[in-house]
Structures are given as structure tokens and as C-alpha cells.
């Protein structure tokens, strides 16, 4: 406390006047990582969310297991603007069945989350219960090799993170996960 | 809008249905993200302000204490973390480094907050507002006092890791400091098994000493450190005289409170001045030495990328049975080789350069922390030493000066 009093050239007066310069340094900086960023930055787009791009997706099965949650944020989307409603649905039986039935050996979502509706002869109406659905993907690699490819695997944003690296993006093996902006939507298929 | 996407082939027509069948409306709920990302912001700025004034208005622990509190539950556990001011230096750097990445603004307002208040209050961010370190704070119940060369050898830690996360983040490889969080399993009570057993072991050891990942891993304290360090207003023990009675230093978590120092004995002041004219002329030599030795490795480096990871992969002799999914991937897509290529090319020069930079941005810090160690000062009372001080205010109610301050 007494050095305070000392002659000005004292070890005092020269840390303080080092201790300034360094604030202002430090204050330059933040100035100029503010300012060059601050011309960068995306306030009109706003917030980003993650969205998997479903013209790149291969349905790898990587979205079922590597997302953070335990049960994946990833699921199972259908664009029934796209959809045949046929009966020998690929995303609903697995390939080759003998007996068209709903019996569990014959089914292709591991889950049960593919239920159907009988519209009129011959169409059948397809519906996914995201509760159950775990993101694998299995119906979707159905529905787009035998059928309209109107099941899509899509990041729910109700149950996404949000993390700032999505974890599942950086294992996708066609680089299908992107950050686009919220204004954007969902990246759907189902836009007549 | 949204572009339109329709399969390649629609194998089987749009049904036409008679029995006047409507498509059912299906609404993907969508989150109000904008509105999350600005009220934490504006909760962060709050506290953050709260803590400033307990800190050096009001020198009071309880405030802190309480913060800490609702970081945990709030930023913590309700909101699980994402995106935070730690993990925000990557997103600050990749913007840097790419001109096509949006940043967005809270983000960068993230970044630069806690780093503007810890200009003018030293690192208030710390103090209780990062649920990170108001969690290691929580749990601390004894404090084992590392030795102050090991503390000093282990906080250089946070520079290699920042240094190894510019050069991951400027070349869109990896945020390793998301991936390598370690209470965000915690947070959001899910994890792989490595994430949730690293956040379990750092989180015991917390509890025997203070913070271990903000002193020894936190790469974001490691910049709050630098910028406290020449604060303009340093966080005080007390207000009034110091009475050298030693118990500030016992109740520092963070062992930021050094001793009275005669600097008498031990060597001449010429062999001092020697050693620091030594390390002034070592500091350019150990930022190239270190820019050198990163970037000679930047080749090994580069796999983290997912290209030149692909590009290796295709390179090894591959089983037909064991195709890896990334290969099956690469030609399923119909890349061309030549393409990937190129990007690998394009990839491995952007490590060279970052790797540079990381380089000598970590042999800079070693150097100049040789400097800061050997420069001996006199200290004639306990002094906070403000780069360390992660303002917790846990030294206020042991200060006996303190007494009958508050009320």
C-alpha cells in the first residue's frame, strides 16, 4: 500500500503503466476480432440448426448410433405428396417376404414404428411414429431402392441439441448433415 | 425456400384416389431456438453483471455462490450446454479462416463477452457463471494444494489444447473441444462411455482439488487469463490493509493467492537478468521452433480430416468383405478420384499453414511463460495473482479484515 506514494519512476508506477498498455492491447484485440467478425456475422439468417441434406443421404446407419442422445434425434420422415401407398411397400415389408402380413419376422422397421392405413383398394397410407422410430434408416433404404423414395431420415428439431458440432455430421459418410438457417425450414421432399 | 427434391425415378404414379382421400398435414415442430440462444445470452449477461458487483462492489461469496447454483441447473442441466464461450473460440476461429462460415452473432457475442468483463473485472465468467467450473466449484469440499511447479508445468495444458483446437476448427476437421467436453455428459445425463467416465474421474478429482479442468484444460480460461491479467480492476481480498494472516491463501481453490516474497538470497540479480535476456532471445526461436516441429507433422495430422481420411483409406489395400462405409460411400456417390484429390491437396496445405500458427502460438506461450517465471518480485502481502483468479470470492469470508464489511 505505501508504494503507491513513491517517486513516479518507481516499480509500481512502471507495472501499472505496463498493465495499462497491455489493457489496451488486449482491448485492441477484442476491438478487432469484434469488428472484422462483427461485418461477418449472419444476424439476418439468425440461428443455424442442423439438417440432413436427404439427396446426399445413403442411410449408412451412423445417424442411429453416433448421435449424443440416447435414442437419436435423427428420424424417419415421409413425404406423402411423394408416396406410392402401394401394398408391397419396400420400406414397410422386408425384402422378400413370404406372407404379407404384419407378422414381425416380416417387417422391416426394427422397431414398429411404420404403421399403416387401408385407404381405398389398392393404396395404403404410411405412418411413422416418431416415439418409436430410432433413426436406422432401414425403411428408408427400402423405400428409395424398390419404391418413390417418400421415407427420408431428417434431424427432428424438437429433439436436436443443437450441439455446436453436430456429432453424427462428423462421421456422415456423404457429408449430408449441414447447418443451414432456422428461416430455411426443414429440408423436406414433399413440397409439390 | 426449400428446393425441391424428388427421387431420381418415381416408380410408381401418384396415386388417384376416388374415395376422396386428403393427404394428411403433417407440421414438423420446429424449436424456438432464436429465442433460447438470446435469453441465454441475456441471463449470461446478467449474472455476469451480478457477479461483477459481488465481486467488487460487495465482496460477497454467497451472491457467487448462488449464481454458481443457477449456472448449473440452467446453462448446465436445462439447457445442456450447447453452445458455450469455450466452444465458441472454434467458431470465432473457423470464421476467421473461412469466409463461407456464418457466424452466428450470438456466438460471436458468446465469445466476446465474458472476455470484454474479464478486461475491466477480471474473470467474473469463471467465477460461477460457465457451468463447467460453477460445477467442479459445487463439488470442491477439500482443497490438496498441488505443488506451485507442477500447477505451473500442468498450466500450460489449456495452450496446447487451444493451439491443437484453432488448427482442428480452421480446418473444419473437428471441434475437439466439444468432443472432448467433459461434463456435458453430465449435463445431459447421456454420453459415450469415455465422455461420461472422463467427466466422472476430472469431477472426483474436483472434489479433492479445485477445478481441475479450468486451471489445467480449459482453453477458454487460458484467454480469460491473459485479459484478466492486465484487468483494470483487479479482484481484492479485502479493501482494507492486508494483515498477513494467511488464510485467503489457504481458502484459494485455484492457489491464485501468493505469499509475501522478500526476494533476498538464492542467485545474484546479474544471474537473473542473464536468465531473462536468455529466454527474451529464446521466445522468437521456441514460436518458430514450435511452428516448425507442428507443421513438419501437419501431414499425420491432416487424417482428422474426413477427406484425407477417406483418401488413406483408399490408398490401403482394402478386403472386398471389409469394405469400410466410407469407401462403399465414396463410390456409391460417384465422387471422382481426381476430386478428392485435389481436396486432399487443398487440405493438407491449410495444415501446413495452421499448423504453423498452432505451432507458434504454443512455443510463444512456453516461451513467454519462461520469462513470467523467472521475473521475482517483491511481495510484502498476499497478493492475488489476477490471471489465475477465477473471482469465486471464496477468500472474502475467510479475510478477517472483511469483518463487519458487508453488513
Redo the contacts between chains.
Sequence with gaps: MEEKDNKLNSPMARRDFLRKCGALLAGGALAAVGGVLGTKVSAREGEMMWQIDPEKCLQCGRCETECVLPVSAVKCFHANQVCGYCDLCGGYYRANVKELNTAAENMMCPTGAITRLFVEEPYFEYTIDEKLCNGCGKCVKGCSSFGNGSLFLQIQQELCLNCNECKISKVCVSGAIQRVPVSQGYKLKDHA | ???????LV??????D???G?Q??E?I????W??FW?WLDLAILLGMMCLVAWAVHRRPSRRIIFTVSIVSVLYFGFFR?G???SI??I???VL??AD?SY?????V?LL??VP??FA?FFGRVFCAGVCPMGALQELVNVRNFRISRSVASALGFSPWIYLGFAILYAATRS??II??FDPF?GIF?L??DVGMIVFGISLLVLSVFVGRPFCRFLCPYGALLG??S????RRVEVTKK?CINCTLCHNSCPVDAIREPYANKGGESRLVGVRRIILYVVMLPLLTLGGGWLLSSQSDTLSIAH?DVYLYTLLQSDLDAEEMP??V??FH??GRKMEDLEASVADVRQAYHAWAWAAGALIGFVLGWKLIRLSVK?TRK?YEIEPSSCVACGKCFDYCPQNIGVKK
Design positions: 425456400m426449400t428446393t425441391l427434391i424428388y427421387p418415381a416408380r410408381f404414379p401418384k396415386p384416389f376416388t374415395s382421400y393427404y394428411p403433417i414438423h415442430g420446429m424449436p431456438e432464436q440462444s445442456t450447447c453452445v458455450c466452444g465458441s472454434q467458431n470465432v470464421a476467421l469466409s456464418r457466424l452466428p452473432l450470438v460471436l465469445f466476446l472476455l470484454v478486461l473437428q471441434f466439444c468432443r456435458i445431459r447421456s454420453g491473459v485479459v491479467s492486465v484487468a483494470i490493509p474426413r462405409v466410407e462403399e460411400a456409391e456417390m518480485r502481502t
